[in-house]
């Protein structure tokens, strides 16, 4: 069974940054598909990024895009998402989660494997 841990999230100024990271463990995660959600308080889960392996594509939420990068070393079975210019609205709590499949998937349901989410606050 694989095991995802997010990290990196905190307290941030509107206009700042954060690197938020999820290491895998348990499995071979270098042909996983990673995914990056978050949830507000009252609010469903939403899609934010996904990158796959195979052939690399890479896909945003139109509410992230320009601002947010994710990425990947398959080395370190780490997936990473670059936040920048963050605003109050991004405040949520962020999962990374992974499929053993390819297809950037941006439905929940698509995922087999989640961490237990890393708090990205982002004050005015």
């Known amino acids: 069974q694989v095991q995802l841990v997010e990290s990196g999230g905190g307290l941030v100024q509107a206009g700042g940054s954060l690197r938020l990271s999820c290491v895998a463990s348990g499995g071979t995660f270098s042909r996983f598909t990673i995914g990056w959600f978050r949830q507000a308080p009252g609010k469903e889960r939403e899609f934010v990024a996904v990158?796959?392996?195979?052939?690399?594509?890479?896909r945003y939420a139109d509410s992230v895009k320009g601002r947010f990068t994710i990425s990947r070393d398959n080395s370190k079975n780490t997936g990473f998402l670059q936040m920048d210019s963050l605003k109050p609205e991004d405040t949520a709590l962020y999962f990374c989660?992974?499929?053993?499949?390819?297809?950037?998937?941006?439905?929940?349901?698509?995922?087999?494997?989640w961490g237990q989410g890393t708090q990205v606050t982002v004050s005015s």
């Open positions: 990158i796959t392996w195979f052939p690399g594509l890479t």
């Open positions: 989660a992974a499929r053993p499949a390819t297809g950037a998937a941006t439905a929940p349901r698509e995922y087999t494997y």
